[in-house]
């Protein structure tokens, strides 16, 4: 179970799993230490990336298998340390970077505007860093990605069936020698 966010959604909960002696397990993620410390001796604190990892994940969510250039090095690891050792802050940080220009000057200026971002607690962290998301979304996207919010959150969303919503919305623009069936699908 992903994300537990209370004590009491536990409680609800439980009682649906089976009781015995059979060797199964229920997993629950939390961020929550309080949520995490009920569940007693059994549960595993995952530690924060260290700098090095921290680099690494970035350097794989903008490289991908590729190397980072040499004049990208120094800035990207000032960059990553900034996200703190949280995997959520670098690969986010990362996918703003990718979709960026790859120059030094780009990504100093990068690290300068998302000192602010990167320093607040961490709620509002996690809310500014997902919104610097959607800022960075070219604007024929953003419609789109908005419109998921009309779904419950963890939902199977059939892909044909959101194709049509979003072409009967009207979100989608011709493009010459391809369906608007086609265009939704590369959205």
């Not at 892909?159 to 919503?165: A, E, G």
Request: neutral net charge; aromatic residues 12%; hydrophobic residues 40%.
């Amino acid at each position: 179970m992903d994300d537990m966010w209370s004590i009491e959604a536990w409680k609800k909960l439980k009682f649906f799993f089976p009781k015995g002696n059979d060797g199964s397990r229920i997993m629950i993620t939390t961020r929550l230490s309080v949520v995490a410390s009920y569940f007693g001796t059994c549960s595993i604190k995952m530690n924060f990336l260290d700098e090095d990892k921290s680099w690494e994940l970035l350097s794989k969510t903008v490289f991908g298998k590729e190397c980072c250039p040499l004049e990208l090095k120094d800035i990207g690891e000032k960059i990553a340390k900034k996200c703190r050792g949280l995997p959520l802050s670098v690969v986010l940080v990362g996918g703003l970077l990718a979709s960026s220009e790859k120059t030094q000057k780009n990504w100093e200026f990068d690290a300068e505007n998302l000192s602010p971002i990167l320093n607040l607690k961490d709620d509002e962290h996690c809310s500014k860093i997902l919104s610097l998301s959607y800022d960075y979304l070219p604007a024929h996207l953003k419609p789109c990605f908005l419109y998921m919010g009309v779904f419950p959150e963890d939902s199977e969303i059939r892909v044909s069936w959101l194709v049509k919503l979003w072409i009967a919305e009207g979100f989608l623009k011709p493009i010459k020698s391809k369906s608007l069936e086609a265009v939704a699908r590369a959205y």
